[in-house]
């Protein structure tokens, strides 16, 4: 069974920091784009980042040179380095993956194959 456990979320002052990791079990790594979404309350869940196999990198308009998405194919971990974090940031941020041997990066919500559970981001102003 394909698991992402998503971890690191909780609640920060705006202009503070936070990493996301998601731990990814059962997967060949290397042949899954990873990808970090979010959904504030009342709103659609939204694609944040992604990383291909290769390091091919999406990053929403929204979050450029704030988020730094990264992954340890060793571990089979993908990070979400979150800075200078806004009130607006705050959501529960999903982990997912999305199956690709040809390495093409996909960021999309309809291209994911699987998804973590969830973790919740707070930042207070």
């Known amino acids: 069974q394909v698991r992402l456990v998503e971890s690191g979320g909780g609640l920060v002052q705006a202009g503070d920091s936070l990493r996301l990791s998601c731990a990814t079990s059962?997967?060949?790594?290397?042949?899954?784009?990873k990808g970090w979404f979010r959904q504030a309350p009342g709103k659609e869940r939204e694609s944040v980042a992604a990383?291909?196999?290769?390091?091919?990198?999406y990053y929403a308009e929204s979050v450029k040179g704030r988020f730094t998405i990264s992954r340890d194919n060793a571990e089979n971990t993908v990070y979400l380095q979150m800075n200078s974090l806004k009130p607006e940031d705050t959501a529960v941020y999903y982990c997912?993956?999305?199956?690709?041997?040809?390495?093409?990066?996909?960021?999309?919500?309809?291209?994911?194959?699987?998804w973590g559970q969830g973790t919740q981001v707070t930042v207070s102003s």
């Open positions: 990383i291909s196999g290769s390091g091919d990198i």
């Open positions: 059962r997967l060949t790594f290397s042949r899954y784009i």
């Open positions: 997912a993956a999305a199956y690709s041997p040809t390495g093409r990066l996909k960021y999309n919500e309809y291209e994911m194959n699987y």
